[in-house]
């Protein structure tokens, strides 16, 4: 079975730059769920993706968006970077249908992010 | 709104000493509760839920929590801590029509000394 891979798994970028964060869910799962976890923080709902469209959004600006590929992968783009984008970011898959079963969230190890 | 707390940011503790670990949810609708794990330069790993049922859960690795409806807690507890714990803990909560939403507390460090 294969699990969550996320990439890169390191960045640095500068104030004002785009980035794109990468996510391959696990086997058989159909949801991804993107996370911002902060430096001491615990992990912070950004959005999810179901059927390729996004499916509940958290407290984050427009500038953070995201894409679901048929084959359930999915991107994080983060447009015109501010110095407190930098974090963790993880991506979570699940096996859930629009509306949500609870399901377990599978997490990948994450990509740190560094803006300066 | 749902809102989880986690009293402690950080719990030092002894080889083979018990530990609990303290989280609070607030919540005016049924909700899902999860303890997850974060070992150094990893990802979360999943150590237990509680949907529905026994109010007691236990994981494979010793830990166990107790959901407590009329305190609004979900407490985790370990008998006997072994070096390999140590890890950042966090608690999250799940509305029951939210799959995938969770809602995470700030996260315990558990450090455990020999």
């Known amino acids: 079975e294969t699990g969550v891979t996320q990439s890169p798994t390191h960045l640095i970028k500068t104030r004002g730059q785009q980035v794109t964060l990468r996510c391959s869910s696990q086997s058989g799962h159909n949801t991804v769920s993107w996370y911002q976890q902060a430096l001491g923080q615990g992990p912070q709902f950004i959005f999810q993706?179901?059927?390729?469209?996004?499916?509940g959004r958290g407290n984050f600006p427009p500038r953070f968006s995201g894409l679901q590929f048929p084959n359930y992968s999915s991107e994080l783009n983060v447009n015109a970077l501010e110095l407190d984008d930098s974090a963790l970011y993880l991506c979570a898959s699940s096996l859930a249908g629009n509306g949500g079963a609870t399901g377990e969230l599978f997490f990948g190890e994450g990509s740190r992010l560094t803006v300066l | 709104a749902q809102s989880v707390t986690q009293l402690d940011s950080q719990v030092p503790v002894f080889e083979e000493a018990p530990v609990e670990l303290r989280c609070n949810y607030s919540s005016s609708v049924s909700v899902y509760l999860f303890w997850y794990v974060q070992y150094p330069n990893q990802g979360l790993q999943l150590l237990l839920k509680y949907l529905s049922g026994s109010t007691l859960v236990e994981s494979i690795n010793g830990f166990e929590a107790e959901f407590n409806k009329s305190q609004t807690s979900f407490h985790l507890r370990k008998p006997s801590v072994h070096i390999s714990d140590t890890a950042e803990y966090f608690c999250?909560?799940?509305?029951?029509?939210?799959?995938?939403?969770?809602?995470f507390g700030q996260g315990t460090e558990l450090s455990v000394k020999p």
């Open positions: 999250a909560v799940i509305r029951d029509n939210q799959g995938g939403k969770l809602i």
């Open positions: 993706y179901y059927r390729e469209e996004e499916n």
